[in-house]
């Protein structure tokens, strides 16, 4: 059996340790096409920031999994501080309706904003200061990889398959799970411009190395000629 990460691993056995022998379930990563990454046309679709404000993006469905209420309650926090930011969150689904009422209702509607269904990915990460995952789970947090390969920083949630791709402390910072002081304290140290770009270039280096395409095809044709 295959699963594209260890988080999927034990996801599989939750239930019925009994279903599967673990040792006999291979983790191989999905493979990233980094020059095709690489490769897609430039096209502006964050606005220009009038001051010095973080931007902030999140790119996802609208969708529960994705808990972008989190960032909402981020917003009122970071407004509360005086941080100055704009969030952008990109991506269409069953709750945006439901979260555009939620984001005036909480006053946030100036700083939060919605940007619907791009298919510029890295258009949109290119555009940002911080990528931040508000999804409560992930079986391969593709998304991750892709800011990575922007060079932006990721402040994640420590869990399931975020830490397999975001290196805590080196390229991003991973935090309890929907925990708003924290995710205040790790923005506050991104604030710093050096250090997003430190994180950013690590970032950037580790997916390099940790998802090629090439070795990860031959780890699955060998896989498959051997069982």
């Not at 990575?148 to 990721?154: Q, V, W």
Request: with cysteine.
């Amino acid at each position: 059996m295959l699963a594209n990460s260890y988080a999927t691993r034990e996801t599989i056995l939750a239930n019925n340790p009994q279903l599967f022998p673990k040792e006999k379930i291979r983790v191989i990563y999905n493979p990233i096409d980094f020059q095709k990454f690489d490769q897609l046309v430039y096209k502006k679709i964050v606005p220009d920031c009038k001051d010095d404000s973080l931007i902030i993006g999140n790119l996802a469905r609208l969708a529960p999994q994705k808990n972008q209420k989190f960032l909402i309650d981020l917003s009122v926090e970071l407004t509360r501080l005086q941080i100055k930011h704009q969030i952008y969150i990109t991506g269409k689904g069953e709750l945006e309706s439901e979260l555009k009422t939620y984001n005036i209702e909480n006053g946030t509607d100036k700083n939060v904003h919605f940007l619907g269904f791009t298919d510029s990915p890295r258009s949109f990460l290119v555009d940002i200061d911080i990528f931040i995952l508000s999804s409560l789970w992930e079986g391969f947090g593709y998304v991750l990889a892709e800011a990575s390969l922007a060079e932006k920083p990721i402040i994640a949630f420590n869990s399931s398959s975020n830490p397999e791709l975001v290196k805590d402390n080196i390229s991003g910072f991973l935090t309890e799970v929907n925990s708003i002081p924290q995710m205040v304290e790790k923005i506050k140290k991104l604030q710093d411009i050096k250090l997003r770009k430190e994180m950013g270039t690590a970032g950037r280096k580790f997916i390099l190395k940790s998802f090629d395409k090439n070795i990860i095809y031959k780890n699955l044709e060998d896989y498959i000629l051997n069982n």
